[in-house]
């Protein structure tokens, strides 16, 4: 039955190919070869390769029931599409295989997931929902066995949200998080197994308010950097705060503890891990070097989503380095990237009066290392104009804004459906602002301050708007010598 399902679904990728457009395609990010993806499930290094699976629905670019799409490399640049994982229509998982994790276990490869069940008319809350959390193996990394639910009850009646198991090995045990929500209040429950199948629920490791807190915390992740606890979470339900929280749903961490009785001692707040339009459920994984690697869903629920004309929708991020500066969490692009590198071009921009400037570069696929530098610019705003169109009707604008003392993701003029600004601080006392930006067909994502801050969001500029430009407004604008890339197209 599960083997028929798989077939049938790959059937219907190959059927959509054909007519797939790819104006928006990206070139070396993950993206479904059809249909719709969202989140980044069981990312996993296994038998020398990085494994990446992820919410897919292969018969359309909507959401829909959902399925694991699949995907592995040696090097974290270039990707294998590998068939389809799961697919729901077990009694345990009939509408849909949620958000999970993957572990190893000796020779075997587990995906621990959750089985999802309407009980009413499809996607309609109201009428509720069945969640329970499933186990399935493999021993060759492409073909799973499904185990069932391992655990088919919440730890309260009045839980019916109950999803995106996180397990992680400590000590002699197995250890999984889920998101979880009560009436109104988003929980995280902890869990702990020997052998995978026998779960015990240890409580709720942290709990929240409505208000302060949001309605539900989706795809938990909890783990150690550098000394400290990091439980990473999608929270949903909180209200714009100043420049914070502008998309629909967040993705943030807080620092802390998990101590002995298993419950997480918070000592920070919340605070976002990327401040662009498009990131969300982000999950990490621990590369054989110890490096803590993160991926996140580049797009946003219920955000505009023009590849969908083109039969193909969702992407994720770039693969992102992980560290820590006290209560802060840093994070690089992965260093392989390095690799996506062609020709290199120097940027001699300098001091700009007033005024912009065309670049001599052009490019949808490009890599920019560069400095903006505050000392000796007076300009009220200067900065990069990206994807620009001949006609001066498409650009994507990232400046320094000097009377707020924020750098700015502009997308007013990025395109098809999407629009904006998304901003970070710039400290007091900064002299210059470093920017490495990745640009692919429909996406940007900038490393402020050498990962400090992040922006990553998805832009739609037509596929010859390829110009570059620097400009300053009303005053100087100084750049610093700076660095562009074109990129390979991996066509992934
Ligand atoms: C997060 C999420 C998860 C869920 C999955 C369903 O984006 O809502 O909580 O498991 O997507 O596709």
């Given at each position: 039955m599960q083997a028929d399902l798989l077939d049938e679904a790959q059937r219907a990728i190959a059927r959509t190919l054909p007519a797939r457009r790819d104006d928006y395609r990206l070139g070396y990010h993950l993206s479904p070869p059809a249909g719709w993806m969202n989140d980044p499930n069981g990312l996993v290094y296994f038998r020398g390769e990085y494994h990446v699976f992820y919410q897919h629905h292969p018969y359309s670019p909507q959401w829909g029931p959902m399925y694991w799409g699949h995907a592995r490399s040696a090097d974290l640049v270039h990707w294998e599409h590998l068939p389809i994982a799961?697919?729901?229509?077990?009694?345990?998982?009939?509408?849909?295989?949620?958000?999970?994790?993957?572990?190893?276990?000796?020779?075997?490869l587990y995906l621990i997931y959750t089985g999802h069940r309407w009980l009413g008319e499809a996607g309609n809350d109201e009428q509720g929902m069945r969640q329970v959390q499933c186990l399935a193996s493999s021993t060759d990394g492409i073909a799973f066995t499904k185990h069932g639910a391992v655990i088919d009850t919440p730890p309260h009646p009045d839980i019916m949200h109950f999803r995106d198991p996180r397990v992680w090995r400590r000590g002699d045990h197995w250890w999984m998080a889920l998101g979880a929500r009560q009436g109104d209040d988003p929980l995280l429950l902890l869990y702990r197994s020997r052998d995978l199948r026998q779960w015990d629920c240890l409580g709720r490791a942290l709990e929240g308010r409505r208000e302060a807190d949001g309605y539900m915390w989706e795809c938990p992740d909890l783990f150690e950097l550098e000394g400290r606890d990091v439980f990473l979470f999608s929270p949903q339900g909180l209200e714009p705060d100043g420049h914070e929280r502008w998309n629909l749903f967040q993705n943030g961490y807080r620092l802390g503890r998990l101590d002995e009785r298993a419950r997480f001692?918070?000592?920070?707040?919340?605070r976002e891990i990327d401040h662009g339009h498009d990131f969300y459920a982000a999950q990490?994984?621990?590369?054989?070097?110890?490096?803590?690697?993160?991926?996140?869903?580049?797009?946003?629920?219920?955000?505009?989503?023009?590849?969908?004309?083109?039969?193909w929708c969702g992407a994720l991020t770039l693969p992102r380095e992980l560290s820590r500066d006290g209560d802060r969490l840093r994070m690089r692009p992965a260093r392989e990237l390095a690799a996506l590198r062609q020709s290199r071009q120097a940027l001699a921009i300098g001091a700009l009066e007033s005024g912009s400037r065309t670049l001599e570069v052009r490019g949808a696929l490009l890599e920019f290392e560069l400095e903006l530098e505050l000392t000796g610019s007076s300009a009220e705003r200067f900065g990069l104009a990206l994807r620009c169109s001949d006609d001066g009707r498409e650009r994507t604008l990232l400046y320094f804004d000097a009377m707020a003392r924020r750098l700015v993701?502009?997308?007013?003029?990025?395109?098809?459906?999407?629009?904006?600004?998304?901003?970070?601080?710039?400290?007091?006392g900064q002299t210059r602002i470093a920017l490495r930006i990745f640009l692919d067909r429909s996406s940007i994502e900038v490393f402020v301050d050498d990962g400090v801050h992040t922006l990553s969001s998805r832009i739609y500029p037509r596929p010859d708007s390829l110009g570059v430009g620097a400009f300053a407004v009303n005053g100087r604008g100084v750049f610093a010598e700076g660095a562009v890339w074109s990129l390979a197209d991996l066509k992934l």
């Open positions: 799961l697919a729901p229509g077990d009694p345990f998982d009939r509408d849909g295989c949620f958000s999970g994790s993957a572990v190893v276990d000796g020779d075997t001692v918070a000592e920070s707040e919340l990490t994984l621990l590369a054989p070097d110890g490096r803590r690697l993160l991926w996140a869903w580049m797009d946003m629920w219920q955000s505009p989503m023009p590849s969908q004309a083109h039969h993701l502009d997308r007013q003029h990025s395109g098809a459906g999407v629009s904006g600004v998304r901003s970070v601080p710039v400290a007091p």
